[in-house]
């Protein structure tokens, strides 16, 4: 199924104000795509994911399925929520504790009074591809977070929803398994090619899964974009900022011209650059990723700086370094470096973001 969002906002009214959380957001989702919603804590994301669910009205624009509006802010518009026919899984699981697993899966096929012999099929096929069909007898309360959270996943996919929404359903895992069941899930998904959307402020698993990634922050979508592009490519300090680890280092800086040559003057350190598309005196903030600075011998066209602290990574370091007045991480090769150590060090020209202030 194809998703479409148009212009939705959504406004909640509280006691002494109103908030706008989505402000103006407009894009598509394909049908069979794995979506993934990505942004801080607060921006909006489970607010649009329970729109698309229609557990909130936007308080305007469309939301339309296929060809079918199917939430607006004009109500005369909206279809009712139980045609929607799609499925949601929740950070924190909400099994039903007094049911069996077989029966916490089986429940969406009685609500739809499927007759008992299709029922028991269909629960033992999710329960089968989620791998606990071992523990079908057990109550939820006898089973790990992750057998939980497989179960949850079960019974939304046994109905056979026309999407799944996932709210940050891996949170509540230890990392090994978040992992894991991570991997399980991108299977699950492509098996099935039922069109998903899922929430998570974990650009790690955001990068993983999405075909495509909507980044979101205070209301707005920043960018949507192939993971790749999100690192390579991104449009704003934000994006640069949030997606990737560690760090992109972020600057503000002036770009300069002397002879032809164009520079950035740091406090006492000038870097020479050939510049791809950047103007002349104009104020940017400069991005640079950890991984596109290089420590070097040379003495020319670099900026010398002391390393402050090293944290291990494998055959990596990352060196927090001072220089210019300013404090650059560099994710470099391990070699035999010490705090207090004075380096040399050049960013990877083709690699230097700008982003316009
Ligand atoms: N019913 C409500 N009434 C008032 N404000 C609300 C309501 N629901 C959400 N908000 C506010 O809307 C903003 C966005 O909330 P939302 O739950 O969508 O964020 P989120 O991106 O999912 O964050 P998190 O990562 O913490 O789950 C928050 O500032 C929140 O306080
Ligand atoms: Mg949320």
Redesign the pocket.
């Known amino acids: 199924m194809r998703i479409e969002i148009k212009n939705i906002r959504k406004e909640?009214k509280?006691i002494r104000r109103t908030?706008s959380?989505l402000k103006d957001i407009n894009f598509e989702i394909k049908d069979g795509e794995f979506f993934v919603l990505l942004?801080?804590?607060?921006?909006?994301?489970?607010?649009?994911?329970?729109i698309i669910a229609g557990l909130e009205n936007p308080t305007g624009g469309k939301l339309v399925f296929d060809d079918k509006v199917v939430a607006s802010g004009n109500k005369n518009e909206c279809a009712p929520v139980k045609e929607r026919n799609v499925a949601m899984v929740f950070q924190t699981y909400a099994l039903y504790p007094h049911l069996s697993v077989y029966e916490n899966i089986a429940f969406p096929l009685r609500i739809a009074k499927m007759d008992k012999s299709e029922i028991d099929k269909q629960v033992r096929k999710s329960a089968e591809m989620l791998r606990i069909t071992n523990h079908i007898n057990s109550k939820p309360s006898e089973l790990s977070g992750g057998e939980r959270q497989r179960v949850a996943i079960a019974r939304a996919i046994v109905r056979k929803p026309r999407a799944l929404l996932f709210?940050?359903p891996l949170s509540n895992l230890d990392a090994q398994l978040r992992t894991a069941t991570r991997i399980e899930l991108k299977k699950l998904q492509r098996e099935l090619g039922i069109t998903t959307v899922y929430?998570t402020?974990d650009q790690v698993e955001a990068m993983t899964l999405g075909d495509r990634v909507a980044v979101?922050k205070d209301g707005y979508v920043q960018q949507i974009d192939s993971a790749i592009n999100l690192y390579e490519k991104p449009v704003n300090k934000f994006v640069a900022g949030f997606i990737g680890f560690p760090n992109m280092n972020l600057f503000d800086i002036e770009v300069l011209k002397e002879r032809e040559k164009f520079y950035i003057q740091f406090e006492k350190d000038r870097f020479y650059f050939d510049p791809i598309t950047v103007e002349i005196g104009t104020k940017y903030c400069m991005g640079i990723r950890p991984s596109d600075i290089e420590v070097t011998d040379d003495n020319e066209n670099v900026l010398k700086g002391k390393i402050d602290s090293i944290e291990l990574l494998g055959k990596e370091v990352l060196l927090y370094v001072s220089s210019n007045n300013m404090e650059f991480s560099i994710f470099t090769p391990k070699k035999d470096f010490k705090e207090n150590q004075e380096i040399n060090f050049r960013f990877d020209q083709t690699k230097i973001h700008f982003f316009k202030k």
Request: aromatic content about 4%; charged content about 15%; hydrophobic content about 35%.
């Open positions: 909640f509280t908030v959380v942004g801080p804590s607060g921006c909006g994301k489970s607010t649009l994911l329970n709210d940050e929430v402020h979101l």
